[in-house]
């Protein structure tokens, strides 16, 4: 329970000690009230001894000497200035005196000064000249009923002061009134106390009738407490038992976190080490088994655990949630937290503040249960309503969802708007605009549809009319959704615009008479199956023409066509059929025999087809006859079989012609003994050879159009080498050819420009003591584009050389090769000599 003594909420023992502090002090007013009565008393009667003795001395005036008379005015004198010296000290209020001509006479006392009054002012006024003239029908009344003998008191309020004040006669001693007193007495604090007593007995009244009712049942147990103590302190016991096996037994969490010392919370602390303090000595001391089993520990482990322990996951949050418990009193949460091995939870709690007498912070009462199930749930269904929206409002077709009663639109997607071109809002507005959008023919139909479907599910297709007049087909699927008892209370249903789907069904019906046509009319025959292979479907007439076999006998039993297939093929068709029930389309031929006996060959190409659910539920395909294909295509292989041995033996021939010229060359050189013309023969030799090695390779060669490079250039240089390198052992080669083919028309200008500069290096580059290094290397850099590289790390180019302007055969020839390939060439002679060129393939038309 949440105490809190600056709340207002004080105990009973506080308020009774108040009630008695009042009471003490309104005994000491009106002990004071009462002295004031009886000074006054005197008062009144020594003014009564004075005028007496006055009218005393008239009676006597003749009877006195002058002396006497002398002696007696200082003694009334003397006796009147005591008399007002007693009224100007009267305290805490005024005197007043007035004769029968209601005009005061005598006016003092300390109270005047408190109202902004004073004697001078007063003295000598009548009442009329002094009252207020509010008051003054009052004051005149009770001044004549004063000296008509009758004392009046009452209170009288004068500004913000509250006076008792008494109107009394004043006699002579022959009891004659002469005049009239006034006596006022300042009795606001007393008002005040008494109100403020007032105040306090009506809330004391509040609280005790607060008090009764919260405590009915217990003060009707106490009433009997003197006759049945003992029934009561067995229903006081059996109570505390209950209450304890409610808190021990309650499927909700109970615990007590208490604080080592109270601890303030106001404004004179700073919180944030008030907070420090709480989480290292805010202790569990009392838990249920309910909240220990919400933790998954033991008792042992979770009494004594400080709020660092528990909160120790999130102690950011945990202390903005106790700063706000502080602050209020009392706190309803819900949040994460961890089990004792670090499992997540949720929980939702009520947390209360206990206060001790001094309204400091002695700890807190808190109620807890585990919500995982609930949170679990709920962002289960948060996710759930989200996918819902998500899909509603993002699928094309329309959902909605109406109340039966009343008939109103509860939902409709925004599918609606693009189906139906009208707005969303004015079907919420105005839900007549559904029917009105119903075309004429099918209103009637759909209403009354939906009527009677309303118990239970149901489909219809109709057509609306948009706004700019065109008409859209739709199927609408709509069912009920029942409450507890059974009665449907909504229906739900979604429309699909199947515009498209009944322009297809008018398209499919001619397609399939087109179909029809076509396939009854082709000479190739067509055929669809059950995707088991167990059922054929349709087979057009063709299939008689090709097979020689009636329709009929192949659809009582389809797989009878594989006892007519060639028993070399049959293997075709059953690989063919695992491809195609796996979704492949396949393309194979086979040889079939007719009844006659005559041999027919059929390309058969078959591919699946798939259902809505993506599932093969039939196969199709498409036979062929391609008997004559294929024995135009046996004269035709016989023919370039007839032309490869043809060409290959013209490569061997211009091969062998190529040699025999080189041999003639060889045997004319052996006449000639000018060393210049002698090496014009050598080169025309190497050049020959290199164009006959070409030769050679090609009609060795599969491929009669295109070279291999890489056994062709080394071939080549193993030539060379032979030829020009003159027994210089220190000359290696470093040979890097990608394994390019080129036409023939692109590797002879090649072969002859690798002929000439590695002859040239071989013959010019180096000397017999000197050691070198040529280097070949054939890529291509990309697409149809190829870099030829020939260099050597010879002595180079005397310094007088100009290579491009040089007239030696072999150089003109390299330049003139390269033109022929469109080739860029780029001469390095820095280092040892180096020739880069790039070129690309040369085309030619495609020989036969």
């Known amino acids: 329970m949440c105490i809190d003594p600056t709340k207002g909420d004080r105990p009973l023992e506080t308020c009774e000690a108040l009630v008695a502090e009042q009471k003490a002090k309104i005994r000491q007013l009106e002990e004071h009230l009462q002295q004031q009565r009886e000074l006054c008393q005197k008062l009144e009667a020594q003014v009564k001894a004075v005028e007496n003795a006055g009218f005393s001395s008239c009676a006597t005036e003749v009877d006195i000497t002058e002396d006497d008379r002398i002696q007696l005015i200082a003694s009334l004198e003397k006796s009147q200035e005591m008399y007002r010296t007693l009224i100007k000290h009267y305290?805490?209020?005024?005197?007043?005196?007035?004769?029968?001509?209601?005009?005061?006479?005598?006016?003092?006392?300390?109270?005047?000064?408190?109202?902004?009054?004073?004697?001078?002012?007063?003295?000598?006024?009548?009442?009329?000249?002094v009252s207020p003239p509010e008051d003054l029908p009052l004051f005149e009344t009770t001044y004549r009923a004063a000296l008509a003998?009758?004392?009046?008191?009452?209170?009288?309020?004068?500004?913000?002061?509250?006076?008792?004040?008494?109107?009394?006669?004043?006699?002579?001693?022959?009891?004659?009134?002469?005049?009239?007193?006034?006596v006022t007495q300042d009795i606001t604090d007393k008002k005040q106390a008494e109100i403020a007593l007032e105040e306090i007995k009506n809330q004391l009244e509040i609280k005790y009738q607060k008090r009764t009712e919260d405590l009915k049942t217990a003060n009707n147990q106490l009433q009997e407490e003197i006759i049945c103590r003992w029934r009561a302190e067995e229903a006081?016991?059996?109570s505390q038992e209950q209450l304890e096996l409610f808190f021990s037994q309650s499927l909700d969490g109970f615990f007590f976190m208490m604080l080592d010392e109270p601890i303030h919370w106001d404004d004179t602390v700073e919180k944030e080490k008030v907070l420090d303090y709480v989480f290292a000595n805010g202790r569990v001391t009392k838990a249920n088994d309910a909240l220990i089993a919400q933790y998954g520990g033991t008792r042992e482990e979770f009494i004594g655990r400080t709020l660092y322990?528990?909160?120790?996951?999130?102690?950011?949050?945990?202390?903005?949630?106790?700063?706000?418990?502080?602050?209020?009193?009392?706190?309803?949460i819900e949040n994460d937290n961890r089990k004792f091995d670090g499992v997540l939870i949720w929980v939702?709690?009520?947390?209360?503040?206990?206060?001790?007498?001094?309204?400091?912070?002695?700890?807190?009462?808190?109620?807890?249960?585990?919500?995982?199930?609930?949170?679990?749930?709920?962002?289960?269904?948060?996710?759930?309503?989200?996918?819902?929206?998500?899909?509603?409002?993002n699928i094309e077709s329309v959902f909605w969802m109406v109340n039966v009663q009343p008939q109103e639109i509860i939902y409709i997607s925004p599918g609606y708007e693009k189906i139906w071109g009208r707005s969303c809002a004015d079907l919420y507005a105005y839900g007549r605009f559904f029917a009105d959008s119903l075309h004429p023919e099918d209103r009637a139909r759909v209403i009354d549809n939906l009527t009677k479907k309303i118990e239970s599910e149901g489909e219809i297709e109709y057509r609306i009319v948009r706004p700019d007049g065109k008409i859209r087909w739709i199927r609408d699927r709509a069912f009920p959704i029942r409450n507890q008892a059974g009665k449907v209370y909504r229906i739900v249903g979604i429309a699909v615009d199947i515009t498209a789907r009944k322009q297809a069904e008018k398209t499919i019906r001619e397609s399939e008479e087109r179909f029809r046509q076509l396939a009854e009319n082709i000479q190739d025959s067509f055929w669809l199956?059950?995707?088991?292979?167990?059922?054929?479907?349709?087979?057009?007439?063709?299939?008689?023409?090709?097979?020689g076999r009636s329709r009929e006998e192949l659809y009582a039993e389809p797989l009878k066509m594989m006892e007519w297939v060639h028993p070399e093929d049959k293997h075709f068709l059953e690989e063919?059929?695992?491809?195609?029930?796996?979704?492949?389309?396949?393309?194979?031929?086979?040889?079939?025999?007719?009844?006659?006996?005559?041999?027919?060959?059929?390309?058969?190409?078959?591919?699946?087809?798939?259902?809505?659910?993506?599932?093969?539920?039939?196969?199709?395909?498409?036979g062929e006859d391609i008997s004559d294909r294929k024995l135009t295509e046996t004269r035709i292989q016989a023919a370039l079989r007839e032309k490869e041995v043809l060409i290959k033996e013209i490569h061997h021939r211009v091969k062998n012609n190529m040699q025999v010229i080189s041999s003639l060359l060889q045997l004319q050189a052996q006449y000639i003994?000018?060393?210049?013309?002698?090496?014009?023969?050598?080169?025309?030799?190497?050049?020959?050879?290199?164009?006959?090695?070409?030769?050679?390779?090609?009609?060795?060669?599969?491929?009669?159009?295109?070279?291999?490079?890489?056994?062709?250039?080394?071939?080549?240089?193993?030539?060379?080498?032979?030829?020009?390198?003159?027994g210089n052992t220190a000359i290696q080669f470093n040979l890097n050819v990608a394994p390019i083919y080129l036409n023939i028309e692109t590797a002879i200008p090649c072969g002859l420009i690798i002929n000439e500069l590695v002859s040239n290096s071989l013959k010019y580059a180096f000397t017999k003591s000197l050691k070198g290094l040529i280097t070949v290397k054939f890529s291509e850099l990309n697409f149809q584009l190829f870099q030829l590289i020939i260099q050597d790390n010879g002595r180079g180019f005397p310094a007088d050389f100009d290579v491009e302007n040089t007239e030696t055969l072999g150089l003109r020839l390299v330049r003139m090769l390269a033109y022929q390939l469109d080739a860029t060439i780029v001469i390095d002679s820095l280092c040892g000599t180096c020739y880069t060129l790039t070129f690309k393939e040369l085309n030619y038309r495609q020989r036969l």
């Not at 199956?529 to 097979?547: H, N």
């Open 348 to 393: 939702e709690g009520d947390y209360i503040c206990i206060y001790d007498s001094h309204g400091r912070i002695a700890g807190y009462f808190g109620v807890q249960r585990d919500i995982s199930d609930r949170k679990k749930t709920e962002a289960a269904l948060k996710e759930s309503e989200e996918r819902f929206r998500q899909l509603a409002e």
């Open 529 to 547: 199956m059950s995707a088991e292979f167990t059922d054929l479907l349709y087979l057009s007439p063709a299939y008689e023409q090709i097979w």
């Open 576 to 622: 063919a059929m695992g491809l195609v029930l796996q979704g492949e389309s396949t393309n194979i031929e086979y040889r079939i025999f007719r009844p006659d006996g005559t041999m027919r060959w059929v390309c058969d190409r078959a591919f699946s087809i798939y259902d809505e659910s993506g599932k093969i539920y039939r196969i199709a395909g498409i």
């Open 91 to 129: 305290p805490n209020g005024s005197v007043f005196l007035f004769d029968r001509n209601l005009r005061y006479t005598l006016v003092d006392g300390q109270g005047l000064a408190a109202v902004g009054l004073s004697k001078e002012l007063l003295e000598g006024k009548t009442l009329w000249e």
């Open 236 to 238: 006081l016991r059996e």
């Open 149 to 182: 003998g009758k004392e009046n008191t009452f209170e009288y309020k004068y500004g913000d002061r509250v006076y008792s004040t008494t109107i009394a006669p004043v006699k002579n001693d022959r009891e004659e009134i002469f005049a009239g007193m006034v």
């Open 309 to 332: 322990s528990l909160l120790s996951h999130n102690l950011s949050g945990g202390r903005e949630i106790i700063r706000q418990l502080f602050d209020a009193g009392r706190i309803h």
């Open 673 to 726: 003994e000018d060393e210049s013309t002698l090496a014009l023969f050598e080169e025309s030799q190497t050049r020959i050879h290199s164009m006959a090695l070409i030769h050679e390779q090609l009609y060795q060669s599969e491929h009669l159009d295109r070279i291999h490079l890489p056994p062709y250039v080394e071939n080549l240089i193993a030539n060379l080498y032979q030829s020009f390198g003159c």
